[in-house]
């Protein structure tokens, strides 16, 4: 049993894209090593304004086609881990209430997204993604189709700011790398007009080192390596986890990584970050 949960459920949200075949398998895989129940979670907006013969016709098959969809996701997750207890729940009501709603009672809420170059995000990083990101009360796991050709776990990255919030995210960092056998990879990215301060990096490899130094003591089969980055921090977040197992970051940053999550830079992040981006909340604990 870690700080991150307490037998509360992993919870999928489960769609019909392929994005959700393998956020299926990430919290499949995620609910198995930490000894946790699975919830695969479909939620359908019932029609309204029709004939009431019409909408209870439309609705009974809506029930059936959701309820055969979170049937397909219940093998699949049962095959990749079996013995491990799942269960199934098809809610009525908008998908990021209904979400929002279960995020409350889970350990973590798992969501697949798209790539930027198709043309529709399984998870909308408008007003809907923001009233999910960096509002929940559990991590949140956004899980693309991984890149061909990786094999075997990548470092879980994680973003280091020495907020509060990365303190939590660097917790979390370490219990996913000892659950999958991973090296973890800490970075801090430095703003570029600070490249010709050489001090401030000596500084932030300090820091770096004194923020690891607790988690190494508690997982010391764990490789840690520490890199300290100048640039935009979406981007080189993104650049660095190209083939990374997941890339793990805090959600209230003193650096701005919970304003980085709106805008831009965020979008830029959760779009174009080829591994599950992993968004923890500042003082998560059991």
């Known amino acids: 049993m870690n700080r991150f949960e307490n037998r509360r459920p992993v919870i999928v949200g489960v769609d019909r894209s392929e994005a959700s075949r393998w956020a299926v398998r990430w919290a499949a895989d995620e609910a198995a090593g930490r000894g946790l129940p699975l919830q695969l979670l479909h939620a359908q907006e019932w029609p309204t304004g029709q004939p009431e013969e019409e909408g209870r016709h439309r609705v009974i098959g809506l029930r059936a086609a959701g309820d055969a969809l979170l049937d397909t996701a219940r093998l699949l997750a049962a095959e990749r881990h079996p013995?491990?207890?799942?269960?199934?729940?098809?809610?009525?009501?908008?998908?990021?209430?209904?979400?929002?709603?279960?995020?409350?009672?889970?350990?973590?809420?798992?969501?697949?997204?798209?790539?930027?170059?198709?043309?529709?995000?399984?998870?909308?990083?408008?007003?809907?993604?923001?009233?999910?990101?960096?509002?929940?009360?559990?991590?949140?796991?956004?899980?693309?189709?991984?890149?061909?050709?990786?094999?075997?776990?990548?470092?879980?990255?994680?973003?280091?700011?020495?907020?509060?919030?990365?303190?939590?995210?660097?917790?979390?960092?370490?219990?996913?790398?000892?659950?999958?056998?991973?090296?973890?990879?800490?970075?801090?990215?430095?703003?570029?007009?600070?490249?010709?301060?050489?001090?401030?990096?000596?500084?932030?490899?300090?820091?770096?080192?004194?923020?690891?130094?607790?988690?190494?003591?508690?997982?010391?089969?764990?490789?840690?390596?520490?890199?300290?980055?100048?640039?935009?921090?979406?981007?080189m977040l993104a650049a660095v986890a190209t083939r990374a197992h997941c890339l793990v970051i805090g959600s209230r940053g003193l650096g701005g990584f919970r304003g980085l999550l709106f805008g831009s830079t965020g979008r830029a992040l959760v779009h174009r970050c080829t591994a599950p981006l992993v968004i923890v909340p500042n003082g998560v604990q059991a």
Request: with cysteine.
């Open 83 to 235: 013995g491990l207890e799942i269960t199934t729940k098809l809610a009525e009501g908008r998908p990021v209430r209904v979400l929002r709603e279960a995020a409350d009672e889970a350990a973590q809420l798992v969501l697949g997204i798209r790539r930027l170059t198709e043309a529709r995000s399984a998870l909308p990083i408008g007003s809907k993604g923001a009233s999910l990101v960096g509002h929940l009360n559990c991590p949140i796991a956004l899980v693309p189709e991984p890149p061909e050709g990786l094999s075997g776990p990548g470092p879980v990255v994680v973003g280091v700011d020495g907020s509060e919030a990365s303190r939590t995210a660097i917790g979390f960092a370490f219990e996913e790398a000892s659950l999958v056998g991973a090296d973890v990879q800490a970075v801090e990215v430095r703003r570029p007009t600070e490249v010709d301060r050489p001090e401030l990096i000596e500084e932030s490899l300090v820091d770096l080192s004194e923020a690891m130094a607790g988690w190494q003591e508690k997982y010391p089969d764990i490789r840690v390596r520490r890199e300290v980055l100048t640039g935009s921090p979406a981007p």
